[in-house]
């Protein structure tokens, strides 16, 4: 029996192995407009092979032999889409958004946070760029656009205002329910809905799935979730200003779209500080009492 479980591991060391004596870069590449050496590509290969390989595949395809059954799947670098960087929907995102995501991981999945040298972490990123070549390469590619983050108009002495004025943007003037889930009563939705918009919400005319969570369509060649803030990891965003980051740029590929200049800045920031505090929920008895409480309405 051990016999016939060791050939599948064995297999899998074989390919690991032929393909780093193997295949080598004899010349650098230009990648984002970027001059990279033969020598850095090479050494990013080893940290792959070493690092990465076992869930994003030796081609990078996001097949590799541990991926079974993960959810949300490794990234497919092959097809040249990035969920998380910090640049407009579409566009390239820079080195530091790689390094950010490979030295801390991604909460909630299973990429996790290597600690590597500096050089390892810089090589390994451009050897990604290399399984999406029509993306990366040539003087004519470069990383996209970063916007600035706005001051903060509520600082920590006006937290319980910023998270009030997120209520409201998340439930009605941003509409975030449309993807998300609901988190407030619909007495206090409809009552929002009237000191924004003049006209209370009644009953019929709350969606069906206000409460649940809803698959959205992406690019990623599966359905994707939005987390439940109370529940979920969220996967990119650690604090305030992180969230703050992440609802300027959206979710690139994923159906969440950036909201610079859809909102106003005031909004960013209180919705960001709305959306910490449900996050705060999370493994708290409150969650339960909130919960409940929707539940009994």
Same mark, same amino acid.
């Given at each position: ?46 940290? &792959?092979?070493? &690092?990465?390989?076992?869930?994003? !595949? ?18 497919? #670098?092959?097809?040249? +889409? *990035? ?5 407009? @929907? ?5 080195? =530091? ?5 490979? $030295? ?22 451009? &050897? +990604?760029?290399?399984?999406?070549? =029509? ?6 590619? %470069?990383? !996209?656009? %970063? &916007? ?5 108009? #509520? ?7 910023? +998270?009030? %004025? !997120?209520?409201?943007? *998340?439930?009605?003037?941003? @509409? ?7 988190? =407030? ?28 969570? %809803? ?39 994923? !159906? ?13 920031? @209180? ?10 929920? $999370?493994?708290?008895?409150? $969650? ?10």
């Amino acid at each position: 029996m051990m016999k016939f479980q060791m050939i599948p591991l064995l297999a899998a060391l074989l390919m690991i192995v032929s393909c780093q004596e193997g295949g080598q870069f004899k010349t650098g590449r230009i990648l984002a407009s970027k001059q990279v050496s033969a020598e850095t590509l090479n050494l990013g290969k080893t940290t &792959y092979m070493e &690092y990465c390989v076992q869930c994003h !595949g030796i081609n990078g395809d996001g097949k590799g032999v541990s991926s079974t059954g993960m959810f949300p799947p490794p990234r497919n #670098f092959k097809q040249g +889409i *990035y969920k998380f960087g910090n640049v407009v @929907a579409g566009e390239l995102p820079h080195d =530091e958004d790689f390094y950010k995501i490979i $030295r801390h991981g991604l909460k909630g999945g299973a990429m996790l946070p290597w600690d590597i040298s500096d050089k390892r972490l810089d090589a390994v990123t451009q &050897y +990604i760029k290399t399984f999406a070549p =029509e993306a990366w390469e040539g003087e004519d590619k %470069k990383p !996209g656009t %970063k &916007y600035d983050i706005p001051v903060d108009p #509520f600082g920590e002495g006006r937290k319980l205002e910023a +998270i009030e %004025k !997120g209520k409201r943007a *998340y439930h009605i003037t941003a @509409a975030c329910i449309q993807c998300h889930r609901g988190y =407030e009563t619909k007495a206090d939705i409809s009552n929002w809905n009237k000191e924004i918009n003049k006209v209370p919400l009644k009953n019929d005319e709350f969606a069906a799935d206000l409460y649940l969570l %809803k698959l959205q369509d992406s690019d990623y060649d599966y359905k994707t979730m939005p987390p439940d803030f109370t529940y979920h990891h969220v996967r990119y965003s650690h604090t305030t200003e992180d969230i703050v980051q992440r609802l300027m740029y959206g979710v690139n590929g994923s !159906g969440m779209p950036g909201w610079k200049d859809v909102v106003t800045d005031e909004e960013l920031w @209180a919705l960001a500080y709305y959306v910490q505090s449900l996050k705060e929920l $999370r493994n708290n008895p409150a $969650r339960e009492d909130l919960i409940l409480k929707l539940d009994n309405q």
